[in-house]
């Protein structure tokens, strides 16, 4: 039976609608379970599929009957039923949320295209995979990028209606170029940002003291985590010293550079690995900040292959509000500093769901026929 065949809306009528959404909810809880295992094993480069699921704790292996969508975490109150310690409230969430957003899919798109409300799903998954990860680890594994560029030309080649197009050729178009407007497009945004707003330059009171450990860079009253700053092997924390005082030497009237694997102190070179302690004094520091990662970019082209070009540019706007207003509240709330890094990936998210399900209507709004 061919793909055609399969997605057969005639086929599918053969039962209730309302069954199908039944049955994409369960079919959506059992993919968010392996989106919980996409979540915590890409970003430590682990497989997805070897070793069987088991507890992070004590390692129990998790067998079939313990291992239900949704059932099994409000069963056991959350809690590993070997060790019994706590299992995070993210495995639930991500599995109803899983579940509630392929049956949303079905229901808004089931009637017009399976196929289109099928693939749909598989696009969702890949952006809640995403979310998690990048709010937790602040990266986009190539996984999900590089695959969602891959998946969205396979399947508008396919299903053509993915792009409200005939032809599978005109469809393939269209998926090429939503890849490479997203790319091309959030890259030079990238790139000038890193151009015009790359360094940070603050300037300090006089006789300042710099101090830099092991894991963070101190100065007056802020303690900024190297993790925060070196997003990049090129990103470098700057420092025109008065004077520096290593554990066995000393500077005057230097240039203090450091780099996620390079220290250079005026014309001396160290690993950074071998100076844990560092203290310098002077009047300005110039820290490395990023408005968006390249795998923001990645991101934005597998978008753009499954949405097209006008998906991307929607995206891309639409984040940029989304974020900004997230991040003033978070910052006027204190939970997070000027200076703090925000993962981007997840408002690009959100701005490519409101135009999959309201991007024609937005279209009409914007530019009425007439």
Same mark, same amino acid.
């Given at each position: 039976?061919?793909?055609? =065949?399969?997605?057969?809306?005639? !086929?599918?009528?053969?039962?209730?609608?309302?069954?199908?959404?039944?049955?994409?909810?369960?079919?959506?809880?059992?993919?968010?379970?392996?989106?919980?295992?996409?979540?915590?094993?890409?970003p430590l480069g682990q497989s997805v599929v070897?070793?069987?699921?088991? +507890? *992070?704790?004590?390692?129990?292996?998790?067998?079939?009957?313990? !291992?239900? *969508?949704?059932?099994?975490?409000?069963?056991?109150?959350?809690? +590993?039923?070997?060790?019994?310690?706590?299992?995070?409230?993210?495995?639930?969430?991500?599995?109803?949320?899983?579940?509630?957003?392929?049956?949303? +899919?079905?229901?808004?798109?089931?009637?017009?295209? $399976?196929?289109?409300?099928?693939i749909y799903c598989l696009f969702l998954a890949?952006?809640?995979?995403?979310?998690?990860?990048?709010?937790?680890?602040?990266?986009?594994?190539?996984?999900?990028?590089?695959?969602?560029?891959?998946? &969205?030309?396979? +399947?508008?080649?396919?299903?053509?209606?993915?792009?409200?197009?005939?032809?599978?050729?005109?469809?393939?178009?269209?998926?090429?170029? &939503?890849?490479?407007?997203?790319?091309?497009?959030?890259?030079?945004?990238?790139?000038? &940002?890193?151009?015009? @707003?790359? #360094? =940070?330059?603050?300037?300090?009171?006089?006789?300042?003291?710099?101090?830099?450990?092991?894991?963070? $860079?101190?100065?007056?009253?802020?303690?900024?985590?190297?993790?925060?700053?070196?997003?990049?092997?090129?990103?470098?924390?700057? $420092?025109?010293?008065?004077?520096?005082?290593?554990?066995?030497?000393?500077?005057?009237?230097?240039?203090?550079?450091?780099?996620?694997?390079?220290?250079?102190?005026?014309?001396?070179?160290? !690993?950074?690995?071998?100076?844990?302690?560092?203290?310098?004094?002077?009047?300005?520091?110039?820290?490395?900040?990023?408005?968006?990662?390249?795998?923001? $970019?990645?991101?934005?082209? %597998?978008?753009? %292959?499954?949405?097209?070009?006008?998906?991307?540019?929607?995206?891309?706007?639409?984040?940029?509000?989304?974020?900004?207003?997230? &991040?003033?509240?978070?910052?006027?709330? #204190?939970?997070?500093?000027?200076?703090?890094?925000?993962?981007?990936?997840?408002?690009? %998210?959100l701005g490519a769901l409101i135009w999959m399900?309201?991007?024609?209507?937005?279209?009409?709004?914007? @530019? *009425?026929?007439?």
């Open positions: 039976m061919g793909f055609e =065949q399969v997605m057969d809306a005639r !086929n599918w009528a053969a039962l209730p609608f309302g069954f199908w959404v039944l049955v994409l909810f369960v079919f959506g809880s059992m993919v968010g379970s392996f989106l919980n295992v996409c979540i915590h094993r890409l070897s070793p069987p699921s088991h +507890c *992070p704790h004590c390692k129990y292996s998790i067998p079939w009957y313990l !291992n239900l *969508p949704l059932i099994t975490w409000v069963a056991l109150r959350g809690r +590993c039923k070997n060790c019994r310690a706590p299992i995070a409230i993210r495995y639930f969430l991500v599995e109803l949320l899983t579940a509630v957003t392929f049956s949303v +899919c079905w229901l808004w798109f089931g009637h017009q295209s $399976v196929a289109v409300a099928l890949g952006m809640i995979a995403a979310t998690f990860i990048d709010f937790e680890h602040f990266i986009i594994p190539d996984e999900i990028t590089f695959g969602g560029m891959a998946a &969205g030309l396979v +399947c508008a080649f396919l299903f053509p209606q993915l792009h409200h197009e005939t032809a599978r050729w005109s469809a393939f178009f269209q998926s090429a170029l &939503g890849l490479g407007v997203g790319l091309g497009i959030v890259y030079l945004i990238l790139r000038l &940002g890193k151009l015009l @707003f790359g #360094r =940070q330059r603050l300037s300090l009171p006089q006789d300042t003291k710099i101090t830099f450990t092991e894991t963070a $860079v101190h100065f007056s009253d802020q303690v900024i985590p190297y993790e925060e700053l070196f997003y990049r092997r090129s990103d470098a924390v700057v $420092v025109r010293a008065r004077t520096v005082e290593l554990i066995d030497r000393g500077y005057r009237d230097v240039v203090v550079r450091l780099s996620p694997d390079k220290l250079r102190i005026g014309q001396d070179e160290f !690993n950074p690995e071998m100076v844990p302690h560092l203290e310098a004094v002077g009047a300005e520091i110039v820290l490395p900040r990023e408005a968006m990662g390249f795998g923001d $970019v990645k991101f934005m082209g %597998a978008i753009g %292959a499954f949405l097209g070009w006008q998906a991307t540019l929607f995206s891309l706007m639409s984040s940029s509000i989304i974020g900004s207003v997230v &991040g003033v509240i978070l910052i006027l709330s #204190r939970r997070r500093e000027w200076s703090s890094r925000l993962p981007y990936g997840p408002y690009i %998210a399900f309201f991007g024609r209507q937005l279209l009409v709004l914007i @530019f *009425p026929a007439g």
